[in-house]
């Protein structure tokens, strides 16, 4: 089975540290991801330290859950890969109307991406998590407002085995050539 296939969103987790090599890999597989013009616009910020795990899961809608996973990859888009500094002060959030914002969110979510089927290789688990607004997690980590958290990766050791979710069927997305 594809690490596609295997992949699920785990919400509960072992209490167990994940090695240093392993998360090293998750991380080493993000930079892999393809970008826009090659512009690379992430950056991750990796959350080991319980408090602030615990201040993460609060921000986002109070899933305390999260606090259980060891690691968050908190992934970021810096959109001064395609706005250069000299353009001013930018303060991005839910509602920024910059056509190179989206870009950044595409290639952001792509790398992101690669950190979650990485983890599925390498026997660790992941949950994509975004319920948050900006404001509500930048400043508990730090993150100036010209970058944009994407979402909060839950990394670690699943402690259940979530069966798969339905899926539509292929032709029910699927158009040749014309919509």
Same mark, same amino acid.
């Given at each position: &089975? ?11 987790? *072992? ?6 090599? $392993? /998360?090293?890999? *998750?991380? $080493? ?12 616009? +992430?950056?991750? *910020? ?6 602030? %795990?615990? $201040? ?8 305390? +859950? &999260?606090?259980?996973? !060891? ?5 970021? =888009? ?5 706005? #250069? ?11 920024? !109307? ?25 026997? /660790?688990?992941?949950? +994509? ?12 980590? =730090?993150?100036?407002?010209? $970058? ?17 979710? #339905? %899926?539509? #069927? /292929?032709?029910? &997305? ?6």
């Amino acid at each position: &089975m594809t690490e596609i296939e295997a992949r699920r969103s785990v919400r509960t987790y *072992l209490d167990l540290p994940v090695e240093a090599e $392993k /998360l090293s890999r *998750l991380l $080493k597989a993000a930079r892999l991801a393809p970008s826009g013009s090659n512009t690379q616009p +992430w950056a991750f *910020l990796v959350v080991k330290e319980r408090e602030t %795990r615990e $201040k993460i899961a609060a921000a986002v809608h109070n899933q305390h +859950w &999260m606090a259980q996973a !060891p690691v968050h990859i908190v992934c970021v =888009g810096d959109v001064r890969s395609r706005i #250069p500094e000299d353009a001013g002060p930018l303060r991005l959030d839910e509602n920024s !109307p910059q056509e190179e914002l989206k870009q950044v969110i595409r290639d952001t979510a792509i790398a992101a991406e690669h950190i979650v089927l990485e983890a599925q290789a390498v026997g /660790l688990s992941t949950c +994509w998590t975004a319920w948050f607004r900006q404001d509500e997690l930048r400043p508990l980590l =730090g993150i100036p407002e010209d $970058k944009y958290v994407l979402c909060v990766l839950t990394v670690g050791y699943s402690d259940s085995h979530p069966d798969a979710r #339905p %899926r539509k #069927p /292929l032709d029910s &997305m699927l158009h040749l050539e014309k919509w």
